[in-house]
Structures are given as C-alpha cells and as structure tokens.
C-alpha cells in the first residue's frame, strides 16, 4: 500500500506479513487517517472488506474513477473554431486513452477514428472520412487535410472569379452609360431643333433668338451659360 496523507504507513515487511484479505482489511481500516475514514461511511459495516475498501479508494484518490469523467468529455468533444484539424487529433487520441486505458490497440483506433470524424467542425469533411472507412486516425486525418486544402483551394479560384466578373459587370456599365458632355451636346441641338424657346416661329417663319433653358437669358445656349451650377440647379428647380 503506498504512503498517503490520509492513510498510515506500512512497512513492506509489515503488509507482505499479513496472510489474509481479512487481516488485510483490518490493519488497512486501523491506518485510515482524516478524511480517509468518511470511506467507512459509503461501505455497509457488513461489507468493509479488503476489496471494498480498496475499490472505494481507488474512485476516491486514484484515476480509475475519472475514466467515467473522460469518457463523457469526448462524447461532447467538437473541434473548435480555431482549432486545426492536428491539434483536434491530438486531443481526441488523449482523451481516447484516458478514457480506455485497458482496452486493445485495435479497438483504441476504431474508438479514436469515429470520435474524430463525430467532431469535425465541416459535416462535409466528416462526411466524406466516414465514407472511406479508415481503421487508424491517422489516415482519417491525413484524407481530412486533403479535403480541407480543396476546399480551400476551390474557395480561393470562386473568390476570384467573383471578383473579374464584377470588374466585367462595371466596365460594360461605364461603357454603356453616355458622358455629360455628350448629353449636353445633344441637348443643345435640341434647344435649336425641338419645339422650345429656341424654335422657328410659325407666324413668321423666322428663327427666334436663342435664349438658355437654364437661365432664360438670350444669347447662348445652357452648355455656355455663365451662372454657377449652383445657381442653375436653382433656376431648373424654379
């Protein structure tokens, strides 16, 4: 029995002396210390044995009960969002061990594989892993890599498609849309042509003067007129 603060000491010749499970059990209740003895509480008086009072123990101040606790984290282990697809890995093949530390090396692999591929952050990538059936993580993770660089890789060639395609889009708009200064010069033919203040005058058919539709004034057409555009925006809402 190993020293503890809350047990008493053996010597080693003292325990290998004793011969039976019950001197065992009587000598080891003698030496519990503190808060060793609330053990004795759980154990019914008829049953405080050396098997159960060891076992009690063991769950109390040994490794064997945080199995149960290691098991229930990796039923809820999920790969985390800044977690890369190795340190995911890792993590779950450690907590696989901890969880199984007696089980075969070929049913650690099976419990390891599907662990990880249940956690994967992309249900595409698991998907995909589960598919091939691997019987070791670390070829499941090796194909998860693969998928994952793809899929980066084709995200990378959509975004710069996306990109060109709206640099087509733009260019054939400012192609398509007419400059201001060919829309002013058809305007002022049109004040020359176009029934208007700078029109024919039927009664005697001679040309009126040509007055700007902006301001009014006689003289020059809008594209030449001398008011500020401030001042003529005013006078196209007057």
């Not at 503890?4 to 210390?33: D, M, P, Q, Y």
């Not at 004795?40 to 123990?57: C, N, W």
Request: aromatic letters at 6%; a positive charge.
């Amino acid at each position: 029995m190993p020293e503890n603060h809350a047990l008493g000491t053996f010597s080693v010749t003292e325990w290998c002396n004793l011969s039976s499970r019950e001197e065992k059990a009587t000598s080891l209740i003698a030496a519990l210390r503190g808060e060793a003895l609330e053990v004795l509480r759980i154990i019914p008086e008829g049953s405080q044995d050396y098997k159960a009072v060891t076992s009690v123990l063991e769950k109390r101040y040994g490794e064997a009960h945080l199995q149960h606790v290691y098991q229930a984290q990796l039923r809820n282990r999920r790969q985390r969002f800044e977690e890369t697809l190795q340190q995911y890995e890792a993590d779950v093949s450690r907590m696989v061990n901890l969880s199984y530390p007696t089980a075969p090396a070929e049913v650690i692999e099976q419990l390891s594989v599907s662990s990880f591929i249940e956690g994967l952050r992309d249900p595409e990538i698991g998907q995909l892993v589960r598919l091939a059936r691997h019987k070791i993580i670390s070829e499941a993770l090796a194909q998860a890599l693969e998928i994952e660089a793809a899929k980066q890789a084709s995200r990378g060639t959509s975004k710069f498609r996306q990109v060109k395609t709206h640099q087509y889009q733009d260019r054939e708009r400012k192609m398509q849309r007419p400059s201001k200064n060919l829309v002013d010069s058809i305007k002022d033919v049109l004040e020359k042509f176009t029934d208007g203040p700078n029109s024919v005058d039927s009664t005697t058919n001679r040309r009126r003067p040509i007055r700007c539709w902006t301001c009014g004034v006689e003289g020059h057409v809008r594209s030449r007129c001398p008011q500020p555009p401030a001042e003529q925006n005013q006078g196209n809402a007057n």
